[in-house]
């Protein structure tokens, strides 16, 4: 217990402050993140949406961020990641305080895609300012504090939400926009006036390492590893859009019970992200950490078909919040390496385009199975688009 506990508090050495405060802000954003967890469970049992519907309204979210990506990756680029992440921030804050007045079908595909437009412009910003801040010795862990950061912060607001949602809905709403203006002033007021790390763009610099302009939509070998990328996030996503509607419709669980689980994969990545990352970074490969992530993802379904027994349910959300942990910061350690401070924002958008693109087909898709097929066909088609994510991580990453 004496050496893990050393190990652990090793894992934070070295991290410089402003790394802290960007995790400090993602933390505060991400713990009133109660709208996207509840949203399909919103739509179908407060509104009336059929499943079908309710699939795509929730794509809406993954189109728009694809939307924001691209463009949050231009603009980072262009003008920098203390502008974009502000924009950001407060833009979100009136569209969430609006969404609880729409009720249609159509506004609320055109509502739900303007939010993740706005809050995805953030996600390539805010991985600039990880890395342009970290030490490079320390990118791996700045990545994963910040994710820890998020998921720390994803605990607490499903398992607030699952209580506001018992209350009222349009709470869920109004407590997310507060979060996100405390959040922005956080931000707003420690790295107003701060540069970031010149060392770093620096480095970039180096007579053996010459500068490129090249775009990462440009990158054949880094398109290919996106494209991988997408198939995992496909099969991860359902953490957000099925397996809230899972819990609900065929196990029985109610609001506050799937606020508890959702929170118990955030705590779960909260405590063993950090130690994890730093023991396994240095003793195996990257396409090694991303194969094992992934079957860990294809697992976490697969163990839902023979039994929905309240510990099967916790042991799945375990096994997928290890895949999180040894998939998520190494994609974006990937694009980070494979850039530099003329073209980061582009590699960091696509990075995140990635996941957006999963987080289109994910509910669109994943709802018609469940509801034509049922949910254990769903899990066996994960299954099946991990295999052949793990088998392009390895064709990939060899080329690479």
Not at 1 to 27: D, P, Q, R
Not at 210 to 227: C, G, H, L, M, N
Not at 236 to 247: D, H, K, R
Not at 257 to 276: P, R, T
């Amino acid at each position: 217990m004496k050496e893990f506990w050393n190990n652990y508090i090793e894992a934070y050495k070295g991290l410089s402050n402003a790394t802290w405060i960007l995790a400090l802000v993602m933390f505060i954003n991400r713990s009133g993140a109660m709208v996207v967890p509840f949203l399909g469970v919103y739509l179908t049992s407060q509104l009336g949406f059929s499943l079908d519907r309710a699939g795509i309204v929730l794509s809406c979210f993954g189109i728009g961020s694809i939307i924001g990506g691209l463009v949050g990756g231009f603009l980072t680029d262009k003008f920098g990641s203390f502008k974009i992440q502000t924009l950001s921030l407060f833009a979100c804050i009136p569209v969430y305080l609006y969404l609880p007045e729409l009720t249609t079908f159509s506004s609320l595909c055109l509502g739900i895609g303007l939010l993740s437009s706005i809050t995805e412009i953030l996600r390539p910003a805010n991985s600039a300012s990880v890395y342009n801040f970290a030490k490079p010795e320390n990118l791996t862990r700045a990545f994963s504090l910040n994710r820890m950061a998020l998921n720390l912060g994803y605990s607490i607001g499903p398992a607030i939400g699952g209580f506001i949602a018992a209350y009222s809905f349009s709470w869920l709403f109004y407590t997310n926009a507060i979060m996100i203006f405390c959040a922005g002033l956080v931000y707003f007021f420690y790295f107003r006036n701060r540069i970031e790390n010149p060392k770093q763009n620096q480095s970039d610099l180096r007579e053996d390492k010459p500068v490129e302009r090249k775009s990462a939509y440009t990158d054949v070998k880094y398109i290919w590893f996106s494209v991988f990328v997408a198939f995992y996030a496909f099969c991860f996503f359902q953490i957000l859009n099925l397996l809230p509607l899972f819990y609900k419709d065929e196990v029985g669980l109610s609001e506050q019970e799937i606020g508890l689980l959702i929170a118990f994969s955030g705590v779960i990545v909260f405590l063993l992200e950090m130690i994890i990352v730093h023991w396994i970074e240095h003793k195996y490969t990257i396409s090694k950490i991303l194969i094992i992530g992934s079957v860990l993802c294809g697992l976490t379904y697969l163990v839902l078909i023979p039994s929905q027994h309240i510990v099967m349910l916790y042991f799945s959300m375990f096994l997928l919040c290890i895949s999180e942990i040894l998939v998520m910061p190494f994609t974006a350690t990937v694009a980070a390496n494979r850039s530099n401070h003329l073209n980061r924002g582009s590699y960091m958008a696509l990075n995140a385009i990635s996941f957006s693109i999963a987080n289109v087909f994910a509910p669109l898709v994943g709802t018609r199975i469940a509801s034509n097929y049922g949910f254990n066909v769903l899990w066996l088609t994960n299954g099946a688009l991990i295999f052949f994510a793990c088998l392009g991580f390895y064709w990939i990453m060899k080329k690479m």
